[in-house]
């Protein structure tokens, strides 16, 4: 390997490798072949009816609940346009998604970052923030192998925050992409399957299983949300792109995605046991939960080592990272997140290298 080629830490995505090419070709061939009619027309701001009552039945739901989007970007788009006015507080975990706190932001959102532990939010910092007068209108939660912390919520944290959004009146967005790439660990139950009160909005996407190029997302929720969200949706584009929506539901009804799934976790979960192993190895003092599932490791550096001066210094030698102040309101001076999804196994190591090399330049 060249000095000259890049080493990303810094995306979110599986790399080639990993995804299903000739499951995704000939689920293709089979969506045109079986509805052609359908991929070819406008549909509905819905969403493929097929993909939409498939959707339902693995979360257990009516398809009337679901909402298929260009994304789950644009499921949140929606979600915040529909629930966050100027003003309005909102909370999120710290740190959360960068793209988050950007559209909140952009909303003229009251943002509150609640710190996160290794079993998810800390729930009685929560409280606190409740108890002391705080009207929350939305709780955004990323569940499993949270972005950017890669921590999971446990099963008495999914039940304490329901029975807190009950109780003070506000929307859990229960944000969740990433549920299926598990390494280790039991399968938790989803707030949204927890949720008898219609307080749970639930957003997923197939980017993390099938591939980003197809940009489908979806959310799940309320009926009633569900029709307000839509024609919205009706007024911007028609229908999401029904032909990503039909390959999607031909790759699914045939059970590779399950296939697919596999593959997935099984790649992410060694580079995951690599990417630590080395962090250890090469970086002393680097601190760090190893995920269990997902596309993520967040990283504490020595007080020592300013990641304003580390990401320029990690490109310059050929490995891209994630500063960690972009998934923050305030902090993240000496934290970084690593993706491990677009990294092959025989490249993790070489750019953990070079990413010790930086780290040594810039404290020298």
């Known amino acids: 390997m060249t000095a000259e080629q890049l080493i990303s830490f810094a995306r979110g995505a599986p790399s080639l490798d990993i995804v299903d090419v000739p499951g995704l070709s000939a689920a293709a061939v089979r969506a045109f072949a079986n509805d052609p009619a359908g991929l070819t027309a406008y549909g509905n701001s819905y969403g493929y009816a097929p993909l939409r009552n498939w959707i339902a039945n693995k979360h257990e739901v009516n398809a009337d609940q679901v909402l ?24 999120v975990e710290k740190p959360t998604y960068d793209r988050t706190l950007l559209s909140l932001k952009q909303r003229g959102a009251n943002i509150h970052q609640v710190s996160l532990r290794p079993d998810g939010i800390d729930t009685a910092e929560l409280r606190a923030l409740l108890d ?45 992409p990433y549920v299926d790439i598990r390494f280790r660990g039991e399968k938790l139950p989803q707030m949204l399957n927890l949720d008898d009160s219609g307080v749970v909005i639930h957003a997923s996407s197939f980017t993390k299983t099938v591939c980003p190029g197809v940009r489908v997302g979806y959310l799940i929720g309320p009926q009633h949300q569900i029709d307000d ?26 059970g590779d995605i399950d296939r697919s799934i596999a ?5 992410l979960g060694e580079r995951a046991s690599l990417l630590a192993a080395s962090l250890r190895a090469r970086i002393p003092g680097v601190e760090f939960t190893e995920p269990d599932g997902g596309y993520f490791l967040w990283i504490k550096l020595p007080s020592d080592v300013h990641v304003d001066k580390l990401a320029p210094a990690a490109a310059e030698r050929g490995v891209a990272v994630v500063k960690g102040s972009d998934f923050l309101l305030e902090g993240g001076e000496h934290e970084l997140r690593l993706a491990f999804s677009a990294v092959t196994a025989g490249e993790v190591d070489e750019g953990v290298r070079r990413l010790a090399e930086a780290i040594d330049a810039v404290r020298g």
């Open 132 to 176: 002391s007068g705080v009207r929350v209108k939305l709780a955004h939660i990323i569940p499993n192998y949270q972005n950017p912390g890669g921590s999971t919520l446990s099963l008495a944290k999914r039940h304490e925050l329901i029975s807190l959004a009950k109780e003070f009146g506000f929307t859990i967005f229960e944000d969740d």
């Open 263 to 267: 593959t997935v976790s099984a790649a």
């Open 229 to 254: 969200m839509a024609k919205k949706a009706t007024n911007i584009y028609i229908s999401a792109g029904q032909v990503a929506q039909g390959l999607v539901y031909e790759f699914c009804a045939s």
């Open 68 to 91: 298929i989007t260009n994304g789950s970007l644009q499921a949140d788009a929606f979600l915040f346009d529909y629930l966050v006015k100027p003003g309005d507080h909102v909370v």
